[in-house]
């Protein structure tokens, strides 16, 4: 088993350029999220999906959006990334939404944007 | 909305030294979990606590949860060159009988182990 993965690991975009981030799990799990790691802040929850085809706002999704048409995969994007957006992105994913289950996190995604 | 708040942010010491990093939440939650962080990695889990006052060991560390279930440490006994990375600490709130099932992560405590 892969566990989760994630597409690319690097990537640079100039301000104002779009992209799409690809994470894919490959253990049945139902929820999956989108966190960002900066520097002294933690990681923070951008949005979330409890299940194929929903996805909910987490703790700062301005200027992200997400989908969620397979259960193995969810994708973040970026329509117009601003240099505020760059960043560490881990996708992880979870067997329940209780809270009660581990998550298991990709390898990241570095996003610079100039 | 809650914060979790980790301390302290930067934690350097020698080797065979021991390591403590403390976790606590504006609000009670219904469990904690911990996750350590390598350098250039990503998150891994490492355990849960649920009940309060509860106390888990795993080889040289043990996680406390306190008995208002709104802190939590983490403890490292004699560390190695092996134990540096990020531990982050991350809690479901609790309200009223219901958890909102997102968990909430500190900010994180970077150990760095000089041999």
């Known amino acids: 088993n892969a566990g989760v993965t994630q597409t690319p690991k690097f990537r640079v975009l100039k301000t104002g350029q779009s992209m799409t981030l690809l994470c894919a799990q490959d253990?049945?799990?139902?929820?999956m999220y989108w966190y960002r790691q900066d520097p002294g802040m933690g990681l923070r929850l951008i949005h979330y999906s409890v299940g194929e085809g929903t996805t909910a706002k987490g703790e700062v999704p301005d200027g992200y959006n997400v989908s969620r048409l397979k259960k193995q995969n969810f994708l973040l994007g970026l329509e117009s990334a601003a240099p505020s957006q760059t960043s560490v992105y881990f996708c992880?994913?979870?067997?329940?939404?209780?809270?009660?289950?581990?998550?298991?996190f990709g390898p990241g995604t570095r996003l610079t944007v100039l | 909305g809650q914060q979790v708040m980790q301390i302290p942010q930067y934690q350097h010491v020698q080797e065979g030294e021991d390591f403590t990093t403390y976790c606590n939440s504006s609000?009670?939650?219904?469990?904690i979990q911990w996750y350590k962080q390598r350098p250039g990695g990503h998150p891994v889990f490492l355990i849960q606590l649920v009940k309060s006052g509860e106390v888990k060991k795993q080889k040289r560390l043990t996680f406390q949860f306190g008995e208002a279930k709104k802190n939590s440490s983490l403890h490292i006994t004699a560390t190695q060159t092996t134990d540096v990375g990020t531990y982050f600490c991350?809690?479901?709130?609790?309200?009223?009988?219901?958890?909102?099932?997102?968990?909430?992560f500190g900010q994180g405590t970077i150990l760095t182990v000089h041999p």
């Open positions: 609000t009670t939650l219904s469990n």
């Open positions: 253990m049945n799990h139902e929820y």
């Open positions: 991350a809690g479901l709130r609790y309200a009223g009988g219901t958890s909102y099932g997102k968990l909430t």
């Open positions: 992880a994913s979870s067997y329940s939404n209780t809270g009660y289950n581990e998550q298991f």
